[in-house]
């Protein structure tokens, strides 16, 4: 698959990575058949639940599911008409109006431009939020579905998520809500609890490897096989990597995680220092330390071994990196942070 040029109109889509194309216009989804399965046994058994609650690591293909799921309800409605495995051509009129973002029945809610000061947006506002009850309120477009995709519902603000749960409590007919999450737990109880969930689960390294010899053919394989390793079981946070400094921060996190007992401290003020100077460096870094751990953190936990401990972890840092985005904090500061909860428990538990 060749890389795409940047347009300006791309820069701001958060869910987009860089030179490759946006999930609306993927025909494919690799892996994560079972959760495939679930959806399609739903939609076209003719009663789909009102709202979904697609979770899994950034670029894990959350929204690539999103969008089938949504092509073929607004193709062929809850039934058994379209393929079983929710497949539509990608020159399939609703195909296409989707990737022109121009089809009636869909609504996609995510941050963009703040039209005050033209920078991107840290949350995903009420505002965007109440335009559910226009657009649900709307007759149904074609296909008698009218179908909304939060991406990712972790963005919103607390009004925002107040807004959305009075949607989720008053369902229309013939309409679907799609709440993608990295992080569920974030989310209100409340939300998660009107939401069916599928999870996406981390990919086999061989298949993350497979698929970037397809996207990246120029690469050598040895870095390919070190992209699949460092990726996490994602195929977008591999292509992240390969991008710029992508797998320089991922191969940080992991050692970060390696050393957690006794961290070089002049290293990580470098570190800090380095993240400050990388376009959504903070953001990027927090995302490849929390795969990391989530991955360990689940080994531990096949193997038998007590993993609520370093579980409870991951989640405090989920909550500091969410924090540091929101509120812009410095980098440097942020990443001290981590190392001190990190070095904390690997003395209190011993390392993953």
Same mark, same amino acid.
């Given at each position: 698959?060749?890389?795409?040029?940047?347009?300006?109109?791309?820069? =701001?889509?958060?869910?987009?990575?860089?030179?490759?194309?946006?999930?609306?216009?993927?025909?494919?989804?690799?892996?994560?058949?079972?959760?495939?399965? !679930?959806?399609?046994?739903?939609?076209?058994?003719?009663?789909?639940?009102?709202?979904?609650?697609?979770?899994?690591?950034?670029?894990?293909?959350?929204?690539?599911?999103?969008?089938?799921?949504?092509?073929?309800?607004?193709?062929?409605?809850?039934?058994?008409?379209?393929?079983?495995?929710?497949?539509?051509?990608?020159?399939?009129?609703?195909?296409?109006?989707?990737?022109?973002? #121009?089809?009636?029945?869909?609504?996609?809610?995510?941050?963009?431009?703040?039209?005050?000061?033209?920078?991107?947006?840290?949350?995903?506002?009420?505002?965007?939020?109440?335009?559910?009850?226009? =657009?649900?309120?709307?007759?149904?477009?074609?296909?008698?579905?009218?179908?909304?995709?939060?991406?990712?519902?972790?963005?919103?603000?607390?009004?925002?998520?107040?807004?959305?749960?009075?949607?989720?409590?008053?369902?229309?007919?013939?309409?679907? !809500?799609?709440?993608?999450?990295?992080?569920?737990?974030?989310?209100?109880?409340?939300?998660?609890?009107?939401?069916?969930?599928?999870?996406?689960?981390?990919?086999?390294?061989?298949?993350?490897?497979?698929?970037?010899?397809?996207?990246?053919?120029?690469?050598?394989?040895?870095?390919?096989? *070190?992209?699949?390793?460092?990726?996490?079981?994602?195929?977008?946070?591999?292509?992240?990597?390969?991008?710029?400094?992508?797998?320089? !921060?991922?191969?940080?996190?992991?050692?970060?995680?390696?050393? #957690?007992?006794?961290?070089?401290?002049?290293?990580?003020? @470098?570190?800090?220092?380095?993240?400050?100077?990388?376009?959504?460096?903070?953001?990027?870094?927090?995302?490849?330390?929390?795969?990391?751990?989530?991955?360990?953190?689940? *080994?531990? @936990?096949?193997?038998?071994?007590?993993?609520?401990?370093? *579980?409870?972890?991951?989640?405090?840092?989920?909550?500091?990196?969410?924090?540091?985005?929101?509120?812009?904090?410095?980098?440097?500061?942020?990443?001290?942070? #981590?190392?001190?909860?990190?070095?904390?428990?690997?003395?209190?538990?011993?390392?993953?």
């Amino acid at each position: 698959m060749a890389r795409r040029s940047r347009s300006t109109e791309d820069e =701001f889509e958060s869910d987009r990575i860089a030179g490759f194309p946006h999930p609306r216009e993927a025909e494919a989804l690799l892996g994560h058949q079972q959760a495939q399965a !679930l959806a399609a046994q739903a939609l076209r058994g003719g009663r789909p639940p009102h709202a979904w609650l697609i979770t899994g690591p950034p670029g894990a293909g959350k929204a690539t599911l999103a969008y089938r799921m949504a092509r073929y309800l607004l193709r062929f409605g809850a039934t058994a008409d379209g393929p079983a495995d929710l497949s539509v051509p990608m020159d399939d009129p609703v195909a296409r109006q989707i990737v022109a973002r #121009a089809h009636p029945g869909l609504l996609v809610l995510k941050r963009g431009l703040n039209p005050r000061t033209g920078r991107p947006q840290t949350e995903l506002p009420v505002d965007e939020v109440r335009r559910l009850s226009g =657009f649900f309120g709307m007759t149904a477009g074609a296909g008698g579905w009218r179908i909304a995709i939060v991406d990712p519902a972790d963005d919103m603000n607390e009004n925002a998520a107040n807004a959305l749960l009075k949607q989720l409590e008053e369902p229309p007919e013939n309409a679907m !809500l799609l709440l993608l999450s990295h992080r569920p737990g974030g989310l209100l109880p409340t939300i998660r609890s009107r939401c069916r969930r599928l999870d996406l689960r981390p990919l086999p390294e061989a298949l993350v490897e497979e698929a970037l010899s397809r996207l990246l053919p120029d690469m050598e394989r040895e870095e390919r096989a *070190a992209l699949a390793r460092l990726s996490g079981g994602s195929i977008g946070a591999a292509l992240t990597m390969a991008d710029g400094e992508g797998a320089l !921060l991922a191969g940080e996190a992991d050692r970060l995680i390696e050393s #957690a007992r006794d961290p070089d401290l002049v290293a990580l003020h @470098a570190l800090g220092e380095k993240i400050g100077r990388i376009r959504d460096g903070l953001s990027l870094y927090g995302d490849f330390l929390i795969q990391a751990l989530v991955a360990r953190v689940r *080994a531990r @936990a096949r193997a038998g071994l007590n993993a609520e401990g370093w *579980a409870r972890v991951t989640a405090r840092l989920e909550e500091l990196f969410a924090r540091a985005d929101g509120l812009n904090l410095e980098p440097r500061q942020t990443v001290w942070t #981590a190392a001190r909860l990190l070095s904390g428990a690997a003395r209190r538990m011993g390392g993953l």
